[in-house]
């Protein structure tokens, strides 16, 4: 057990590649947590995926021990939040578990829009704020710049920003004693009732479900029986330890403590973020207050390519869904695709997360369909039906008007590129809401529909601005507006997986790109196929992809035949990845690049 | 009957060696400072023995020298081979035997002693009728000695034909129209024109694929081009009998025709391909390419192929079509059938009756003008 003043619990907010995981990386290092020679860079993320894009994807913890210029120890508690908007719920509600937070800021690049995002909330979670300004080590440092930016945009006293170089560990002591002498210790009574938050929870292929909890009051010990007060569930604590960031047991978790425990948990779903513990017997009477579970806001329909590993994608996510219980899953049929299934996710990049591990943990060949929101039909019966599936529109007789959600989208862009930015935000039916100056950066805040900003807005800002935009995006709420679903018919005939809603006065250009998009896509046939985007009965936009004209073998090879049957057996392993709709056949990859606006 | 019998037996010698390797070729061709023609000559005739123990009972159709370039190989070593073929084989009274040759000076000097060899039918890489074009095939002759080399072997032998491949770099429609005109007035009674492909593995394929190989025409051109050819010829008297290939009718290459109808033939030689039935059914035989590894199983192991494959009858009929329906007579639809043992659908065969891409008649099937140029696709389809 340790005392609530030896006790120092905090996150670290950043925007992606400000230095985050090095930071911690140095942390842990410089503290000798991690020997020397068990240290990889990034020790923090574990996924796979997490080190190839260098993003952190789960919240994950360390603990740490400290022994401070007073000569005390301490043990700090980090818990590493990921970086992401798609992920920025499971960021606040890490936030509720930790007292104060690291506000790193790379020097060279000054304030961008994660740093905001991520700030405010920090902020909101009433932490106390260290800034520290990272990599001075860079010529193109500018720390008094950004101090000021800080002052100025984020509205932080910055005078006493630490300077550090988390890659060489300049200044890493600074931190450790920031972190103890500047951030409150946590408070708590050991002598009331239990009671735990439930932060986090994963799936462990061994140990089965791990919840990762911060004690707030009373002791929770290995062998205890607990109740999750939300869903009711009893369970006793087989296995009760702090993370460091190897699993090491503990005897017992006091007030102001973070640990993990686990207790025969079989899924993830099982567990509730925010969710509070207590003992089964003398437990404690008010819950916390608890969290809203996160919701999908991108839909999608995940296929295999082949039909026969339709069981085998089930299973897929079944196992998935284990580890995250964050987005959704329902059987899908499409007259294009076959059997699979409709997914929600929190975002594009949560998507791009799972489709990415269905295929690589699970060697699935899969086709995704154009991402969609969750569009609120409102019946005239006066029903209010969601739709997740442009394929699913009903007959327009029967609606009355149709919302979609709209974002607020922060977006922090260097002058020389506003104009690129202000004219794709219009472009995508943006409202200006915030238009300001930092420095020789602009801010600009914007009401953008979710539509126009899940599928490739982000590619198209990085593109503009030569990746020096940033950006991030909170939900609004919904809005109404003239919706209307688009449909594609190749060779007369509608493909429903291809279908899109789309804002009435963008249809015959959005139209116009997607059946040219697929004029190339779709590869020349023996007869020519008419490509036709339609709203209801009337085509608003045409192409024709003419009729192969050549491919045929010139030379002959002698007595080769064996090479023509491999040549055969190679094109029909081709078309494997075609999917056949009517006559004509039409390669995975189309039904989500046909919808890339442009590039 | 055997299957093969409707496409008869044929005899096919692979010389490996070129004096240079040309930028579009991904033939079996290599170039060697030094060739021990000797041990070449004992190593075909071991192979020629080897085949004839399991063949000597059938009449041999054809003999077909191909390369790399034949018309390097030793008069005396084409008469030694064609000797030994005499002695193990009963051939037929139109007995055929066609070497490959370039149109060098060199190469030409010999010319009459091949024909006294036994060669009847000599086939001539000429490529291209400017110099220019020569240049960038990487060919080491000129149209001039092509000529020269072309007008001595009309007078040696009794059979002429000669290559062209079009669909080049910075070829117009009537540059090939004029050059094809040209070429018809030099035609005796067969040639070849091949549309020029870029293969991997070939120094074309290294240029294209880094964007270096410009001005080839794209699929629209290269489809007239193809489409302008046939009427071309066939208004001169030598339609198409196969994709790429123009005869007088009675003039085609029977060595040819045999692998088109899918008849059994003898490969020899590095790289070298067979289809050779036996009591056990029909194999697939195949050599290492490499000439020295071909020359050493030879000696060491006394036989050149590595280990043959036992064609199954859907594998069987598929190759008759793939292989058929390059011809403009098309295929039998019984032989197929009996092969198969299924029929193609009808309603495979009546949709792309329907697109005008295949005639149906007298029960053969085969490609039409308009299917041709897509073959590859029409045989997808019919194999589906
Ligand atoms: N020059 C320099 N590079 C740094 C420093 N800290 C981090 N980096 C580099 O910045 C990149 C992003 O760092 P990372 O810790 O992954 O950022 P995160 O996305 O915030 O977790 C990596 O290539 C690091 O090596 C520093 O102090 N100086
Ligand atoms: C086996 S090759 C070679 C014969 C001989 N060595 C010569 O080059 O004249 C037969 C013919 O195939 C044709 N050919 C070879 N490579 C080709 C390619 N990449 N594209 C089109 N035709 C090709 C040439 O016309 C060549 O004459
Ligand atoms: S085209 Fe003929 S001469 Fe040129 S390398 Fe190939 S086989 Fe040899
Ligand atoms: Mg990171």
Redesign the interface.
Same mark, same amino acid.
């Given at each position: 057990m340790t005392e609530l003043a030896q006790i120092r619990n905090f996150s670290i907010v950043a925007h992606i590649d400000h230095g985050k995981s090095t930071l911690a990386d140095r942390l842990i290092q410089s503290t000798g947590t991690v020997a020397d020679r068990d240290m990889k860079a990034q020790l923090l993320d574990s996924m796979d995926i997490e080190r190839e894009r260098g993003i952190t994807i789960k919240a994950n913890t360390v603990r740490i021990d400290y022994k401070a210029k007073d000569g005390k120890s301490y043990v700090l508690n980090l818990i590493d939040t990921p970086g992401h908007v798609d992920f920025g719920y499971e960021v606040s509600r890490s936030m509720r578990a930790v007292e104060g937070s690291l506000l790193v800021v790379d020097a060279s690049q000054g304030v961008e829009a994660q740093t905001l995002a991520n700030v405010y909330q920090a902020i909101d979670a009433n932490h106390e704020i260290v800034p520290v300004l990272n990599k001075i080590d860079l010529p193109a440092a500018e720390p008094e710049q950004v101090k000021a930016q800080i002052e100025d945009v984020i509205g932080l006293d910055a005078s006493e920003a630490i300077p550090i170089s988390a890659k060489s560990g300049l200044g890493i002591p600074d931190v450790l004693e920031a972190i103890v002498t500047r951030l409150p210790a946590p408070k708590g009574d050991r002598n009331a009732p239990l009671k735990a938050m439930l932060v986090d929870s994963w799936y462990d292929a061994y140990l089965g479900v791990v919840v990762m909890i911060r004690v707030m009051d009373g002791v929770i010990r290995k062998g205890d029986r607990i109740k999750m007060m939300q869903t009711g569930a009893l369970y006793g604590v087989d296995r009760l330890a702090v993370l460091k960031p190897k699993m090491t047991d503990i005897a017992e978790l006091g007030p102001g403590e973070i640990g993990v425990f686990t207790a025969s948990i079989k899924q993830v779903r099982d567990t509730r973020v925010g969710d509070t513990i207590t003992h089964e017997r003398k437990g404690c009477e008010t819950a916390l207050p608890g969290f809203k579970p996160s919701q999908p806001v991108v839909f999608c329909g995940l296929f295999p390519v082949d039909a026969a590993d339709f069981e085998a994608l089930r299973d897929a996510i079944e196992k998935l869904a284990l580890n995250d219980a964050s987005f959704s899953t329902e059987m899908e049929t499409s007259a294009a695709l076959g059997f699979g299934f409709r997914m929600g996710f929190l975002g594009l990049l949560h998507l791009e997360v799972v489709r990415d591990r269905l295929e690589r943990e699970y060697d699935l060949d899969l086709i995704t369909t154009a991402p969609s929101v969750v569009f609120k039909l409102h019946m005239k019966d006066g029903e209010v039906r969601d739709l997740h599936n442009p394929a699913d529109m009903p007959d327009l007789t029967y609606v009355d008007h149709i919302e979609e959600p709209r974002i607020k989208a922060t977006i922090m862009v260097p002058d020389d590129y506003l104009g690129d930015v202000l004219k794709l935000c219009q472009d995508r039916r943006g409202i200006q809401m915030d238009l300001t100056y930092a420095g020789n950066r602009a801010m600009v805040v914007y009401d953008l529909p979710l539509a126009e900003v899940v599928f490739d807005f982000y590619d198209r800002l990085k593109s503009v601005t030569k990746g020096y935009a940033s950006f991030d995006y909170q939900m609004m709420g919904y809005r109404e507006d003239w919706l209307v679903k688009m449909s594609i018919l190749v060779n007369d005939e509608p493909v429903d997986a291809l279908s899109i809603m789309v804002h009435r006065d963008r249809a015959e250009a959005r139209g116009r790109v997607m059946v040219e998009k697929l004029k190339e896509l779709i590869p020349? #046939?023996? &007869?020519k196929i008419p490509i036709q985007a339609a709203i209801g009965g009337r085509v608003i936009a045409r192409e024709t992809l003419s009729a192969?004209?050549?491919? =045929? @073998? *010139?030379?002959? /090879?002698? !007595?080769?035949? @064996?090479r023509?049957?491999k040549?055969?057996d190679k094109?029909?392993a081709g078309?494997k990845k075609m999917r056949q709709f009517g006559k004509v056949e039409i390669p995975q990859e189309a039904f989500i690049n046909a919808l890339k606006m442009d590039g | 009957m055997d299957d093969w019998r409707h496409g008869g037996f044929g005899l096919?010698l692979h010389w490996p060696f070129c004096t240079s390797k040309c930028p579009y070729c991904d &033939?079996n061709s290599h170039v060697a400072a030094q060739v021990d023609q000797t041990r070449w000559q004992h190593a075909y005739l071991a192979e020629i023995d080897r085949i004839a123990e399991e063949t000597d009972d059938r009449v041999l159709n054809t003999v &077909?020298f !191909?390369g790399g370039t034949p018309s390097l190989m030793d008069p005396d070593l084409v008469a030694a081979i064609l000797d030994r073929i005499g002695a193990r084989w009963r051939r037929a009274n139109d007995f055929e035997v066609t070497l490959e040759a370039n149109p060098g000076s060199v190469e030409a000097g010999r010319f009459r002693a091949y024909g006294a060899a036994g060669v009847n039918r000599l086939s001539m890489g000429v490529q291209a009728l400017n110099d220019r074009d020569l240049k960038r095939l990487g060919r080491m002759h000129s149209v001039a000695e092509a000529r020269r080399a072309f007008d001595i072997a009309r007078d040696t032998f009794g059979r002429v034909s000669f290559d062209l491949i079009y669909a080049r770099q910075d070829q117009a429609l009537d540059d090939w129209r004029r050059e094809l005109t040209e070429a018809l007035s030099m035609a005796v009674d067969h040639f070849s024109l091949?549309?020029? @492909?870029v293969e991997e593995g070939t120094v074309f394929g290294a240029r294209a694929a880094a964007g270096h190989l410009k001005g080839l025409p794209d $699929?629209?051109r *290269?489809?007239d081009m193809?489409l302008i050819t046939q009427e071309i010829c066939e208004a001169a008297g030598l339609p198409a009998y %196969?994709?790429?290939?123009h005869a007088r009718p009675g003039s085609e290459s029977r060595h040819?025709l045999i /692998?088109w109808r /899918?008849g059994d033939?003898a !490969?020899i030689g590095p790289g *070298? #391909?067979?289809?050779l039935t036996s009591p056990a059914g029909r194999w697939?035989t %195949?050599a290492p390419r490499g000439p020295e590894e071909w020359l050493q199983r030879v000696e060491t192991a006394g036989n050149g192929e590595t280990p043959r494959e036992l064609l199954s009858s859907s594998?069987q009929a @598929? $190759?008759y079509l793939?292989?058929g329906m390059?011809l403009s007579e098309g295929i039998v639809l019984g032989r197929w059938q009996a092969l198969r043992g299924a029929d193609i659908p009808a309603d495979r065969i009546t949709g792309?009756i329907d697109?005008g891409?295949l005639w149906h008649s007298e029960g053969r099937i085969g490609a039409t003008s308009t299917g041709?140029? =897509?073959?590859? *696709?029409?045989?997808? %389809?019919l194999?589906a």
């Open positions: 020349r #046939h023996m &007869f192969m004209r050549k491919d =045929v @073998t *010139a030379k002959c /090879y002698g !007595g080769d035949a @064996t023509k049957r040549l055969l094109q029909k078309k | 096919y &033939f &077909f !191909g091949y549309q020029l @492909t $699929e629209d *290269a489809s193809y %196969e994709i790429s290939n040819n /692998y /899918y033939y !490969g *070298a #391909h067979g289809r697939a %195949e594998d @598929t $190759e793939l292989m390059r792309l697109l891409l041709r140029p =897509v073959l590859n *696709a029409l045989l997808r %389809e194999l």
